[in-house]
């Protein structure tokens, strides 16, 4: 009975034979063997370096990130190459792709244990990740594509975690943006943490800025009138 089930797992995962390659395939069928989702849905993004797709998980959904081996591999050893965290690592590719998806995922399960809005990571096998499906009935929104109706309240919510990310999970998002923030039901869920850097990295503070002056340019469109550097210090130092 197990063995007639698992074969039809098989037939359906082979027709994303035209879509993966077949380690990924491989990784594909190995997560869903062991229970992490039962079969993916549909594609929410298919990007340049990753294609995110919804799969099912008994009654609910979960989100399937896949690095495409393809990624641009050199930008993604330059970022973790100057994090701590990385010394040593290789310029291998496919080990820098691999080591990529387990720094999202590492980044994810920090950030929350330090109680910051972002998906719970769940599983993540070489250039895989699975996460937590944020939205109701499918994926959340992305900002850009969905005002909040209160831009004061979301905003507020939304810098109160990124200063949460710096003080108590001790990183710096490294590319926030209206695109890598989910609008969930009027709450924000920042998403996309690969990036994310420990703050001892060099040059943190000019990140830090970054990221903040892009939320601020973005919400200052709803005549907001917030002042980016006075934000930034409001995130580096402690009341
Ligand atoms: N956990 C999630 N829940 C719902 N939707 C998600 C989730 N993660 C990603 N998405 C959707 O997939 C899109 C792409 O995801 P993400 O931003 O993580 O990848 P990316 O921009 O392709 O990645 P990268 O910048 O690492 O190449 C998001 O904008 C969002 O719409
Ligand atoms: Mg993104």
Known sequence: MAKQKELTRAERFKSYEHVFDHGTLRGLFKLSSQGYFDELKSPIKMGKE???FSATKD????CVKIYRIAANFKKMFDYMAADSRYVGLKKNKMAIIYAWAR??????????SSGVKVPKP???FKN???MEMIGNNGAAPQLNNSYPKDP????ENLISNVKKLYQDANLIHGDLSAFNILN?????VMIDMSHAVDFQYPNNKELLERDIKIIVNYFNKFNLKIDYKKEVE????KK
């Open 152 to 155: 004061k309240k979301f905003y």
């Open 122 to 124: 769940i599983a993540v």
């Open 128 to 130: 895989i990740l699975v």
């Open 184 to 188: 969930d039901n009027q709450t924000p």
């Open 103 to 112: 720094k999202e995922y590492r980044n994810l399960l920090r950030a929350r």
């Open 234 to 237: 409001k995130c580096i130092h």
């Open 59 to 62: 009654d609910g959904l979960v």
């Open 50 to 52: 990753a294609s995110v």
